[in-house]
């Protein structure tokens, strides 16, 4: 029951009406009687400082940040992590005070996924430059991957990743190749960091197969989720065996780090897990 204890933690973002963040953490905060409530709020651009400052200013324990504001709060925060400034983004704020710290989560959840699904460390194949590309190429680098080749439909954002990526990571794995082609090396993981495989966006006919069928990949990330469903990389890696997950993971896993950063607890994973599916 809500009352004048309940302590708030919100998602900031334009739009957030298909947000499941909500769902997620009200489940587990339910589950281990914790009176705090998760809401969804439609925050405009010109409008995100005035909106980080009403939540500290009401005692807010702290916000995620969704699209299109993972980059901008980066100016508004007083301290972010490494990783958020690496990345360039942060989707997890906290307040402390009257101060503001940014985190990124997806780039923690990205990083356990990768210690349980390609533990060698040795080769990965990763497609996208944007945001979440930007968070799996660093959580790659942090986990010591030898070689992370990197393609993109935009050649020059692909190019300029690889660059940043190389500079971070002194050992410089990362290496471009022409979107359509795949590496010529024995590469064991494929990385989807792209929109391809959205509702709206399908894969175009034969990429696919071309990616997956006479190459050894034996293991198969895709950021992409699709609630209720598989998406068609998800799909196609089943049909052929391959060690695979879904971005349904990614999203849970960054929710149980945010959870962790607003309680200090950790929460009951399968409780959100739940509350994914149900939505879904």
Known sequence: MIDAETKLVALLGDPVEHS??????????????????YLACRVRREELKSALAGLMSLGALGCNI?????????????????????????NTVIFKGRKAFGYNTDVLAIDEILGSLSPDRKEAFLLGAGGVARASAYALGKRGFKRVWVSNR?????????KEMNKIFPERPFEYISWG?????????????????????????????????????????????????????VEKAKKMGLRHVGGEEVLLRQGVWAFQLFTGMKPEVEV?????NLCG
């Open 20 to 37: 499941l963040s909500p769902a997620m953490h009200n489940a587990a905060f339910c589950k281990m009687g914790l009176n705090m409530v």
């Open 154 to 162: 935009n050649k020059e954002r692909g190019v300029a990743l690889v």
């Open 272 to 276: 959100m897990r739940k509350a994914l």
């Open 181 to 233: 082609k795949v590496p010529a090396s024995s590469c064991k993981l494929l990385v989807n960091a792209t929109s391809l495989g959205m509702s709206s966006v399908p894969w175009p006919e034969g990429l696919l197969n071309h990616l997956l069928g006479p190459w050894e990949f034996q293991e198969v990330l895709d950021l992409v989720y699709i609630p209720g469903s598989r998406t068609q990389l």
């Open 66 to 90: 969704t699209v299109p504001h993972k980059q901008a709060v980066l100016d508004l925060l007083d301290e972010v992590t490494d990783e958020a400034k690496a990345i360039g983004a942060v």
